[in-house]
C-alpha cells in the first residue's frame, strides 16, 4: 500500500489526460494575448526549464490552440500573467466561467 506522498508524486509525474478544460483556458489566454499585441516569444521568454534554457514558441502555440496540456500549466499561467501584467488566477477564472457557460447551454 502507498502512503499519501507516494501516491501525490506518481499522479504528478503522470501527464495530464483530462483535456475538458484545455480549450476553455488555451482560448482565455490566446484572447489575452493577441488583445495586448504580444507575441509568442513574449510568454516563453517567462518560462525555463530545469537547466535554464527558455522554452520554444511552438510550445506556447500548442498550448494556445489547446493541442497538449503544458508539462507544468502553473508555470505556463505564471508566465501568461507576468507577459500580461495580471494575476494567474484572473486568468484560471476567467476560463472557469467559460467552460461553467458552455456546460450550462448543454443542459
Known amino acids: 500500500m502507498f502512503s499519501f506522498m507516494e501516491a501525490l508524486v506518481r ?5 495530464m489526460t ?6 476553455y483556458l488555451a482560448a482565455t489566454v490566446r484572447s489575452a494575448r493577441k488583445r495586448a499585441g504580444l507575441p509568442y ?12 534554457k ?3 514558441d511552438s510550445t506556447v502555440a500548442r498550448f494556445e490552440y489547446a493541442q497538449r496540456w ?12 507576468r507577459a500580461l501584467d495580471t494575476d494567474p488566477l484572473f486568468l484560471w ?4 466561467g467559460a467552460a461553467a457557460l458552455s456546460l450550462r447551454r448543454e443542459d
Open 11 to 15: 499522479r504528478t509525474q503522470r501527464p
Open 18 to 23: 483530462d483535456t475538458r478544460l484545455l480549450p
Open 41 to 52: 516569444s513574449s510568454i516563453s521568454v517567462h518560462l525555463a526549464t530545469a537547466d535554464g
Open 54 to 56: 527558455t522554452i520554444a
Open 70 to 81: 503544458p508539462r507544468d500549466p502553473d508555470a505556463m499561467m505564471i508566465a501568461y500573467a
Open 93 to 96: 477564472r476567467e476560463a472557469l
